[in-house]
């Protein structure tokens, strides 16, 4: 079983190609000029990597636009991952809230340097990590993170990459210039797409997001399972004494 899980693609998950325009109101920046297919989601996929976890997300096309030596710098890519129970419901600086549950690691990955933290809790600080080693690898970006292996539940999304900005978001604004990312709302979430394989619209109707993955608590379904066990196990002794009697 350990086997299996050190050399199995844990989770694989297609989303809709097109739909990198949030709502589908957003207007990208001109200035420098953005593809929709840099910023769109294709797939996310997680895997088992030593003592680690290894996610590949996959794009349209990779870009470019602020020329960084990484090879890729239109968008910021975020992975908020949920490993147990709780977690943090906040979607750190995006604008939208996890539907269901809590992260416990978010990754934020860009072509000028990336980082993975820890949150110990729904309001203390986060705790910083190794910084996740990132490589491109056709459309897609390969991603090493000191994520402990195993199988959750994720919520990912891709926002449009500004060096103007403290955390290398451009924020979705009613300006019209050439290197503003357009929108007709003014809380609207800063992800331009969201990994979303049924093509759920809610992550820009009302602020939430679904996680994908492994959703269920696992360790919550196993004390049921014994509690449950337990029930039977009371009654069976209930009923052996009765007919002893």
């Known amino acids: 079983m350990l086997w299996l899980l050190l050399t199995t693609t ?3 998950v297609p989303d809709p190609a097109g ?20 910023l769109d989601l ?13 996610f590949r997300v996959s794009f349209g096309q990779i870009g470019n636009p602020w020329n960084a030596p990484s090879g890729f710098s239109a968008g910021v890519t975020d992975i908020f991952i949920k490993t147990g129970p709780g977690g943090r419901p906040v979607l ?7 539907r269901n549950g809590g992260w416990q690691y978010h990754l934020r990955v ?9 949150a ?6 986060v705790q910083p990590l190794a910084a996740p080693s990132v490589r491109i690898e056709g459309t897609e970006l390969v991603i090493d993170a000191a994520v402990p292996a195993g199988s959750y539940a994720y919520w990912v999304t891709n926002s449009v990459y500004t060096p103007l900005s403290a955390n290398g978001v451009l924020r979705p ?6 290197a503003s990312l357009q929108t007709g709302r003014a809380d609207a979430p800063t992800p331009v797409d969201v990994l979303a394989p049924d093509g759920d619209p809610r992550a820009f109707s009302d602020g939430t997001l679904a996680a994908v993955g492994e959703t269920r608590d696992r360790a919550s379904l196993i004390l ?20 002893r009697r």
């Open 92 to 98: 750190a600086d995006t604008g939208l809230r996890a």
């Open 110 to 118: 860009t072509g000028f340097g990336s980082t993975l933290q820890e």
């Open 120 to 125: 110990t809790d729904q309001e203390g600080e």
């Open 10 to 12: 844990l989770l694989t």
């Open 19 to 38: 739909d990198a325009r949030g709502d589908g109101g957003y207007i990208l920046p001109r200035q420098p000029a953005v593809t929709g297919d840099a």
């Open 42 to 54: 294709r797939s996310f996929s997680a895997a088992p990597q030593g003592e680690g976890m290894r």
């Open 173 to 178: 604004t009613g300006g019209t210039g050439p």
């Open 224 to 243: 049921t399972g014994l509690g449950g066990l337990g029930l039977l196990l009371t009654v069976g002794a209930t009923v052996a004494l009765w007919r």
